[in-house]
């Protein structure tokens, strides 16, 4: 099973600054994908990055964000300019072995006021 | 649209009781996950199902993929309040995406 971890796991942000949330994986993956889930709501895809490009991504994973691998380790998720609607739960997750499975970081929960 | 629609939403039970939690879908799923989520923490996958009309167990948990694979069912025997928590169902659709779609899930509340 895969461990995650993500820094921070809370932040507070003033809307129109820029966010960058982290996830690192204990062990080397090619594949990981992006979710958040806003208070009350369910966990909605964001984008997946496989070999240092983006995959899929969905309709909310418009120009305000970006991913990356910048150092070969932790994978990050930028947020350009927030929105106090980017007020959420961002969860990061590496695939299991077994179909899709994919296990679940902590979460970072972002608070834009 | 509801791809993956959790029933019921909410459940509370006795100390002991059985219950069955169901997650349907109108798609064919390739695989489907369930996950169980405490508040302000990340989904903590529980099982994964692959086949149709696969059933599997984990302890006193029951977990069943329909035979078409468009639905799935989470049985408990005799629960307990440490079972209380949001249990979600999700899926990757079989047209070869990888991402998962989540249901909302159902809050169950066991009561000692």
């Known amino acids: 099973e895969p461990e995650v971890t993500q820094t921070p796991s809370h932040q507070v942000t003033q809307m129109g600054q820029e966010v960058i949330l982290r996830c690192v994986p204990i062990s080397n993956h090619l594949y990981f994908y992006w979710y958040r889930q806003i208070l009350g709501q369910k966990v909605e895809f964001l984008v997946s990055f496989y070999n240092n490009e983006i995959s899929e991504k969905s309709e909310i994973f418009d120009d305000q964000f970006s991913v990356e691998r910048p150092d070969g380790s932790n994978f990050t998720l930028k947020i350009r300019s927030t929105k106090l609607e980017d007020s959420a739960m961002y969860f990061c997750a590496m695939p299991g072995q077994v179909g899709n499975e994919q296990f679940f970081g902590p979460g970072t929960r972002l608070t834009v006021l | 649209t509801q791809l993956l629609e959790q029933s019921p939403q909410f459940l509370s039970i006795q100390e002991g009781e059985n219950l069955t939690v169901y997650c349907n879908s109108s798609s064919v799923f390739s695989s489907l996950q369930w996950y169980r989520q405490e508040p302000g923490e990340g989904p903590v996958l529980l099982v994964t199902v692959v086949t149709g009309g696969e059933v599997k167990k984990l302890k006193r948990l029951t977990f069943q993929f329909g035979d078409a694979r468009k639905d799935s069912s989470l049985h408990i025997t005799a629960a307990q309040p440490g079972d209380t928590g949001l249990y979600l169902c999700?899926?990757?659709?079989?047209?070869?995406?990888?991402?998962?779609?989540f249901g909302k899930g159902t809050k169950l509340s066991v009561i000692p």
């Open positions: 999700a899926g990757d659709l079989e047209a070869g995406s990888y991402q998962l779609t």
